[in-house]
DNA sequence: TTTATTTCTTGTCCTAGGACAAGTACAATG
DNA sequence: CATTGTACTTGTCCTAGGACAAGAAATAAA
């Protein structure tokens, strides 16, 4: 059984066979660096269950600068929700970081799961209610804490995209300009 | 027919009949300037719709400042999904800045109408697709923006909650203290 | 009315982090 | 191999907005 759809798909209300219903549904794919899952514009019609690798989301602000909006790492979903389940068209990129593999599954075979097993529309409903409390820390966090804090913050929290996103990546997903987030690191080198 | 009710929970699949069901299954309640309908370490049992006043939902940081989180005004919903759907104590406030009317469902309630009628889960599957891109364009703001900006943001998309909500917590909300936020105010209205 | 309490403004001074530009160190590609 | 990026660091200088404190002005309470 696939560890990465086991994790993700984990609660109380799914067996172990709508667990093989639910992989069963799933299609292996791989992805190259750089390669595109989704783009502005375009509706999506499928997500990503990363199992290696990593997918990063970002947009353009107005001053047409790319901001990184969020890091999708192992046994994670890759998904704008807001375009695959309304159908309209993305406002992100969601593009590989580095080489992946990922479960994915489209829309269709989605709902078909999601008329066949019933407990998938609870699981949906966590899924979505954690998105939601985390999106809510990271903009508390914003507003809150310091550059340095949310650095700290992110380091100890999401050890792995320090060590395979880009600085520049980071430092726009933190707030800051890469030049800040270097120095930030310097410094924090200095009180070890 | 309840003209909150009927505009919080428009939705192609719910029907003339499902709304009446939904309207029976909920309380008219009032509440008083100040009234808390969940307080932080609470497991939230119930959800509010807003039919007149506003609600602000907010948290203290590390250093013990009050930072608004939310204005939940007419025809928005005051909830803590987090709370309410997975049973965990919430972490924030929700305390009413007006005299509200509301109505109120509790989970119980809920529970039933939502097996009950079949529509309902596509509803809150879009519900909260929406407030998750509302807050995702919330924190890009947070990023992109300046204060100035922000503040024109919020004048122009939510002109209600200049007008209910004392600048303090305006402030707060947008990540800047009091004092800034006059001086921007100040700065407004020289340029008209 | 008088006294508090909260809301909002304003002043002075200070700092985190931005803008811009130059320099180094690797990788990738012809 | 030379070359063109891409990633990262560092320097200088500058500004948005914070900290703190002291008024006004408006509400509420006694």
Known sequence: MNATLTSLYRH???????????????KSVSLKKRDFILKKGHVANAYF???????RSYVYDYAGNDITTGF???DELAIDVVSLF??????????????????????????QLYHSIKGLNEWGRAWMSESLFALKQ???????????????????????????????????????TDSSLSRIRKERCKSL
Do not use: N, W
């Not at 990363?50 to 997918?55: A, H, K, L, R, Y």
């Not at 914003?142 to 050890?159: F, K, V």
């Open 72 to 74: 999708i790492g192992k």
């Open 138 to 176: 990271r903009t508390i966090s914003m507003i809150t804490d310091s550059a340095t804090e949310r650095y700290a913050r992110l380091e100890a929290q999401h050890p792995q995209i320090l060590q395979q996103a880009p600085l520049k990546y980071i430092a726009s997903y933190l707030g800051i």
């Open 12 to 26: 109380p209300l799914l067996t172990a066979s709508d667990l093989e219903l639910i992989a069963a549904a799933h």
């Open 86 to 111: 309304t159908r309209v068209p993305s406002e992100e990129y969601f593009q590989a970081l580095t080489d992946c593999k990922c479960q994915m599954i489209d829309l269709d075979a989605f709902q």
């Open 49 to 55: 269950c990363v199992e290696e690798g990593m997918i």
